[in-house]
C-alpha cells in the first residue's frame, strides 16, 4: 500500500510538479494524484511532448492512466479550475474533488488586497488565506465543493476513495504545495509565511490518509532558490540572475517569472541550514535536486550521472553527506527527459556506505 508525498524544502517552485508528473508517467501501473494547496502557488506538470501551467489540477495529469484527486484542505477558484479541466481535457470518470474542499470568491482576494498583505509579506493576493481563515471560523457565506452545481459531476469523499485505492495496493503519490521555508507553522521567517503548513504531514491531513501507509517521502530543493517578487520576505544570499548565469556558463540571459503573478522570481544561494530543517521535519527517504543546469551549463539536459560535471556531482555528494539523504531525482533541465533518476542506486546500499565508497 504505497503512498509517496512529495513537499518543497525551499520557498516552493522547487520543481514538484515535474517530480510528480515524472512519478506518473514512468509508474509500471496506472496511479492516483491527490493536490494539496490552493490557487496561490502554481506548478509546471511536464509529460512527453506535454507542458501545463496549473494551480488547481495535480501535475499527474499528464498521464492518462493516473487517477486526478483534489484534497479536502483544497481552496478552489472556481473559474481557474473549470479553465484547467477543459484545457487538460479532464472528464468526470477521472477527477474527484472533494465535497469539503472549500470555493473562494471575490470578498476572499478584496480582504487580502484591504489588507495591505502585497506590500507586507508579498502575497500575491489569490484570496486563498482569506478563503482558508472563513473555513476555519465557520462562515456561513462561504461554500464547499458540494455547494456548487457546475463540480457537482466530480464531487466525491477523497479520503475514502484513496484508502480505497490503497486497499486494491494501487499507488499514491500526495503533491505538496508551496515549500517547507513558507510553512505557517514552522517557518522562521513568520509573518512572511503562507497560510498552511507545508509539511508531509500537514498534506497526509488534509488528505485524509494515515502515516502508516507511507513508503516515501521526497524533498524537492533547488541550487539556487527563489522567493516570489516584492516584499516577501528574507532570502539569504540573494543575488541576480546574471550572476547565476555567469557562473553556470549560460549563453543566454537568465530569468524565471512565477506562474500565478508573472512577476520575476527573486533567487539566493543555497541555503544550508533551511534545506537542513526541510529534511529533519519531513524525514525525506530521498532528495530530488532541480537546475543542476544553474551550476554548470554543459550539464543541460544530461540523462546519465556519468555525464554529468565534476562541479556538479561534487555539489550532489556534499548535500548527501550534509543532509544524510541520498539524491534520487536530478533535474538537468525543464523538459520531461531532462532527468537522472537514481532511485535503483541509491537503494541498493546504505548511504554511509555509499559516501565511504566515493
Not at 26 to 40: F, K, L, Q, W, Y
Not at 225 to 246: D, F, K, M
Not at 336 to 356: G, K, Q
Amino acid at each position: 500500500m504505497p503512498v509517496s508525498i512529495v513537499v518543497g524544502g525551499q520557498y516552493g517552485s522547487e520543481g514538484k510538479g515535474k517530480l510528480v508528473s515524472y512519478l506518473a508517467t514512468t509508474a509500471r501501473e496506472p496511479i492516483a494524484v491527490v493536490r494539496c494547496g490552493g490557487p496561490n502557488a502554481g506548478h509546471t506538470a511536464v509529460g512527453p511532448g506535454v507542458t501545463f501551467q496549473l494551480k488547481q489540477l495535480p501535475s499527474g495529469v499528464v498521464d492518462p492512466r493516473a487517477s486526478l484527486f483534489m484534497a479536502a484542505g483544497m481552496v478552489i477558484e472556481l473559474s481557474v479550475l473549470l479553465d484547467e479541466i477543459g484545457r487538460c481535457q479532464v472528464t468526470p470518470d477521472r477527477l474527484v474533488i472533494d465535497r469539503n474542499a472549500c470555493v473562494m470568491s471575490q470578498v476572499d482576494s478584496d480582504n487580502e488586497a484591504a489588507g495591505s498583505l502585497r506590500d507586507r509579506i508579498g502575497s500575491t493576493l489569490s484570496g486563498t488565506g482569506s478563503a482558508t481563515a472563513r473555513k476555519v471560523l465557520r462562515d456561513p457565506t462561504l461554500m464547499l465543493a458540494r455547494d456548487i452545481s457546475a463540480l457537482r459531476p466530480y464531487i466525491g469523499n477523497v479520503a475514502e476513495l484513496l484508502n480505497e485505492h490503497l486497499d486494491n495496493d494501487m499507488t499514491v503519490v500526495v503533491e505538496g504545495t508551496q515549500g517547507f521555508g513558507l510553512s505557517l507553522h514552522h517557518s522562521d521567517l513568520y509573518p512572511f509565511a503562507t497560510s498552511r503548513d507545508t509539511t508531509a504531514a500537514a498534506f497526509l491531513s488534509e488528505s485524509g490518509l494515515s502515516p502508516l501507509l507511507v513508503s516515501d517521502v521526497y524533498v524537492v530543493l533547488r541550487t539556487y532558490p527563489i522567493r516570489v517578487a516584492g516584499n516577501s520576505g528574507p532570502l539569504p544570499g540573494e543575488i541576480t540572475w546574471e550572476e547565476v548565469a555567469n557562473r553556470a556558463g549560460y549563453p543566454h540571459a537568465l530569468a524565471e517569472y512565477t506562474t500565478v503573478t508573472k512577476r520575476l522570481r527573486r533567487v539566493g544561494e543555497f541555503d544550508w541550514d533551511l534545506a537542513g530543517q526541510a529534511v529533519r521535519i519531513n524525514r525525506p527517504t530521498g532528495i530530488a535536486l532541480h537546475g543542476v543546469d544553474y551550476l554548470n551549463y554543459r550539464d543541460y539536459g544530461k540523462s546519465e550521472w556519468s555525464d554529468l560535471s565534476k562541479i556538479s556531482r561534487e555539489f550532489i555528494r556534499e548535500l548527501e553527506v550534509a543532509l544524510n539523504v541520498s539524491v534520487a531525482f536530478i533535474f538537468t533541465g525543464p523538459d520531461a527527459e531532462h532527468i537522472i533518476d537514481r532511485r535503483s542506486v541509491v537503494n541498493t546500499r546504505p548511504l554511509a556506505v555509499e559516501a565511504a565508497a566515493r
